[in-house]
């Protein structure tokens, strides 16, 4: 390891953004504008299910500064945006006369300034012809989808292993919708030039993105340019290509004007997508001594009536995360009056954990075994489902330091048993295998003759720090000091890259990036192959080791020359090499992808009279490889941690049965955890760099947020003695 691996790489330096972004100087797509720039506001139904019957808007179009108000009746002809290799765009907007969720958009109104356009839209007079709509997840009118994606997995016999059990346990637990809800408003800047479109975004996915405007209106790819250098959260929203982004281009086009649009706090709710809520059921069998003998996870989630389906894999955690010879998983959808779900942080696996955790805690307390006992008994020393080896893996010393720093020991198992004053305290655990997840990326990099390196890609930084750890790599890779790295991200003119969700943002493009920067130092050997004035003349990059600005032989560090140096003999401003990275296959490398694991333990505190729950502790212990800056992955642990909190105690999106309206779409009614239901957070990593990259990164973006809520439900059961089943853990559900 040389110098500057040591100094680079594993160092807890902040965000190399942070003054752009403290400052107000960082360009988020809602501050951008244009010369002439104009505003669109979106009209939504008012219904949840049936048809348009007629629309007015003769108001609207009266209102001083409106350009154009745009209808089913005069909107350009689009298509539907063609698929990502994950799934399909939702449907084209303003193509149609059916309605099949309420705030579904109906008109668009285009005006001179926000306020003018606004009061516009309000004029905007549409009549319905109402049906019947389904909204309810229970309601037996719903119709059922199987997974289009075929992602059920079955090993053994589940049923003979059920039989074969001494105990089992057999529950539903539910959880419900919620809503991504980053503090930053989606908005969308669109600029027509002839056939060329510019794009500024709030996507995770800026490629997709152009992908979709450029099929959605019938040009070229390389017409269509989307920019997103800082996105203000996501937290998934931001990974489809929704209605409001093709309603700005469509209005951009129909003014001749650039056209901006930002979504109201209210239309987030119902335009960007949401958790789905879910319906599962988990049978667990077990002999005596704990060994599982069957597992059997059900889960059914919402569709919307028109989306190709977007299918969380809720019960996946069931067929991987611990060592049991039979085991039956199903996810299906059931078609809703509802908005289009969408991912949200942790998705699938989020709701999954909770289910399969909670029913584990039954388990342990049915046999008479300490739950953190019964996950070890269980532990898979290899991937279940593919028999292979893992990548990496070190669960059980997640659990092994959890239980030490968290106390675990020393509770007191029974029920109910352990209280100060009228407060009722309990200790609760869950542990965590999250899913592998990595797509091919392409990255650049630079170096000029000023020994500076500018390394860029497509992809985004939506706040989880990668501006920052790709800086250190690209440094660590290079020989460089981080301040000598320029990182470009978030525009479709650079190298391709995939999204940023599915906590795989870091193996993509740092593998992608340690590639480049690889083939960047061998074009420098390569421009130096047969120069006789060059200590590195007739070297490989295995002789080589790229430190201080400069390349150095292995084996005599005396003996080398700095970037600067050899570009300036041959004369050239700059050397820049392309990378390219393609997760490899689990038979390839003879190894199971591992994704992130971790293991969660919280003391919860409740009053014995009012019911009323607080979270005094949480302890997380997490291995996600190699950890590139404990200080940026520290803070996406306590962030998804916030979230957990909020997933156990608050969050839930509330849909109004009659009407499909949701009722609670507005910060003031929606509840998310702040810092008066945030305690400490004791978060620490462990494990080694991964095998299945070269990087050796695993994922933290999501991690932090899954298992909080099970930990939480089974300490609140330590501590009072009632099961809750159902998210969220409201007082309510304890009186």
Not at 344 to 365: I, K, V
Not at 408 to 431: K, V
Not at 483 to 491: E, F, H, P, S
Request: charged content about 20%; some cysteine.
């Amino acid at each position: 390891m040389t110098t500057v691996e040591r100094t680079v790489l594993g160092v807890g330096i902040d965000r190399v953004d942070g003054g752009q972004k403290a400052s107000g100087s960082a360009p988020y797509s809602g501050d951008v504008t244009y010369p002439g720039l104009v505003h669109a506001v979106l009209v939504r139904s008012t219904i949840a299910a049936g048809r348009i019957a007629a629309i007015d808007a003769s108001g609207a179009e009266e209102v001083p500064g409106v350009l154009a108000v745009v209808t089913h009746e005069n909107a350009p002809r689009v298509q539907r945006s063609p698929a990502t290799p994950l799934w399909r765009q939702p449907p084209a907007p303003l193509q149609r006369t059916d309605i099949v969720h309420h705030g579904q958009y109906v008109a668009m109104v285009v005006a001179d300034t926000v306020e003018q356009a606004t009061e516009a839209a309000r004029l905007v007079e549409v009549a319905y012809e109402p049906a019947e709509a389904v909204v309810r997840l229970d309601d037996p009118r719903a119709v059922d989808v199987e997974d289009p994606y075929g992602s059920d997995q079955t090993r053994g016999d589940s049923a003979a292993g059920l039989a074969d059990a001494d105990v089992v346990i057999d529950a539903q637990y539910t959880t419900p919708d919620e809503t991504n809800n980053p503090m930053g408003l989606f908005a969308t800047v669109a600029a027509w030039d002839g056939d060329r479109l510019t794009v500024h975004d709030t996507t995770q996915w800026p490629d997709s993105t152009r992908n979709a405007l450029a099929g959605a209106f019938g040009v070229p790819e390389s017409g269509v340019r989307v920019l997103a250098p800082f996105v203000g959260g996501g937290f998934g929203a931001g990974l489809r290509v929704w209605p409001h982004v093709i309603l700005a281009a469509m209005a951009a086009r129909v003014v001749g004007r650039p056209v901006k649009l930002m979504l109201t706090r209210p239309q987030m709710f119902t335009g960007i997508g949401h958790r789905p809520a879910t319906i599962q059921r988990i049978r667990l069998g077990a002999r005596r001594d704990g060994t599982l003998t069957a597992i059997e996870h059900e889960s059914v989630q919402p569709s919307a009536i028109d989306d190709d389906n977007i299918v969380e894999s809720v019960t996946t955690v069931s067929s991987v995360g611990y060592a049991c010879p039979n085991v039956t998983t199903r996810d299906r959808l059931r078609r809703l009056n509802v908005p289009v779900p969408t991912s949200m942080r942790g998705p699938g696996d989020a709701q999954g954990h909770f289910g399969l955790e909670c029913a584990l805690d039954e388990l342990a307390y049915e046999l008479g075994i300490d739950p953190l006992e019964l996950r070890m008994r269980n532990y898979a020393e290899e991937h279940p489902q593919l028999r292979l080896p893992w990548s990496s893996k070190a669960l059980r010393r997640c659990y092994e330091l959890g239980a030490e720093r968290f106390g675990w020991w020393e509770r007191d198992p029974q029920p109910r048993s352990m209280r100060r004053g009228d407060t009722l305290i309990g200790y609760g655990m869950a542990g965590v295998t999250f899913f592998w997840f990595q797509q091919p990326c392409e990255a650049r990099a630079t170096i000029d003759r000023e020994g500076r390196a500018f390394v860029r890609s497509a992809a985004t930084d939506i706040g989880t720090g990668t501006y920052t750890v790709m800086t250190q790599l690209s440094a660590d890779r290079l020989g460089l000091r981080v301040d000598q790295v320029r990182m470009g991200l978030g525009d479709t003119e650079l190298p391709s890259a995939p999204m940023q969700g599915g906590s795989g943002m870091t193996a993509s493009l740092g593998s992608a990036i340690h590639d480049a920067a690889g083939n960047l130092i061998a074009a420098f050997l390569d421009l130096v192959a047969d120069d006789i004035a060059s200590p590195l003349r007739g070297l490989t990059a295995a002789d080589v080791v790229a430190v201080d600005g400069r390349l150095q032989r292995r084996d005599d560090p005396a003996a080398g020359e700095s970037y600067r140096e050899m570009l300036d003999r041959h004369d050239l401003p700059d050397l820049t090499a392309d990378g390219s990275a393609v997760p490899a296959k689990p038979e390839e490398l003879g190894l199971a992808p591992a994704g992130p694991f971790a293991a969660r333990f919280a003391e919860v505190h409740v009053d014995a009279d009012l019911g009323r729950i607080s979270v005094a502790r949480l302890v997380t212990v997490v291995d996600a490889g190699r950890i590139l800056n404990p200080k940026t992955a520290r803070s996406q642990i306590i962030g998804g941690a916030v979230g957990g909190i909020g997933m156990a105690l608050l969050e839930e999106t509330v849909t109004d049965p009659g009407t499909g309206r949701i009722v609670n779409a507005t910060f003031g009614d929606y509840l998310i955890a702040v810092n008066a239901d945030v305690p400490d957070l004791d978060v620490s990593f462990v494990g080694d760099p991964d095998r299945f990259n070269p990087v050796g990164v695993k994922g933290v973006g999501e991690i932090g947020l899954v298992g909080v809520a099970p930990a939480i439900a089974n300490a609140v059961f330590h501590a009072t003695g009632r099961r809750i089943r159902t998210l969220p853990l409201t007082l309510d559900k304890l009186l």
